[in-house]
């Protein structure tokens, strides 16, 4: 028995071959280059978290502010808030420290805050409070910067729905 060999075949095999593992050697080189840039970025955005935290716990304002709010039915019977002045707010800047008080005046009212630790007193993200009785919290020093939604719920007698102000109620925490 005699085998024959086409040389043309065996290195056309061989290319292919060669062709083939270079490829697969460029997407290891590609993958490689992406998992050691991702953990860069996720080394920088830990070194960025921990730089926040870090700052969070000296961001309390040398003289806080008190921002009043209260909550009314208006005429088409829409609970708003208020500002003391008596306007529509529109998004409330805060900084940690500063100190909010709401007043759901004859009405109950119900707060629903971010899923963080955004008040020092306050550590759950509803809080009820009964007609006439304010909720005044403190704005935390561990809260990071940016603008945060919230909504109060209000029922007297017949009458309930989310309070509404200028805008949707938001939150906007700057720096101290």
Known sequence: MQITVDVGLVLAALAALLIFWR???????????????????????????????????????????????????????????????????????????????????????VYQFPRIPFFTEVRDFTVRREAGTPLEVTVSPQVPTGAYVYAVYCKKGGLEGYAEGGSPPILVVVEG
């Open 23 to 109: 490829y697969n050697k460029r997407r290891e080189d590609a993958l490689v280059a992406r998992v050691e840039k991702l953990q860069a970025e996720q080394a920088s955005l830990k070194e960025k978290i921990e730089q926040r935290q870090g700052q969070g716990r000296q961001r309390v304002s040398a003289k806080p502010t008190i921002h009043r709010l209260s909550i009314r039915l208006n005429a088409a019977g829409v609970y708003q808030l208020r500002t003391s002045q008596n306007e529509l707010p529109g998004p409330l800047s805060v900084r940690p420290g500063d100190i909010i008080v709401w007043d759901p005046g004859e009405a109950e009212a």
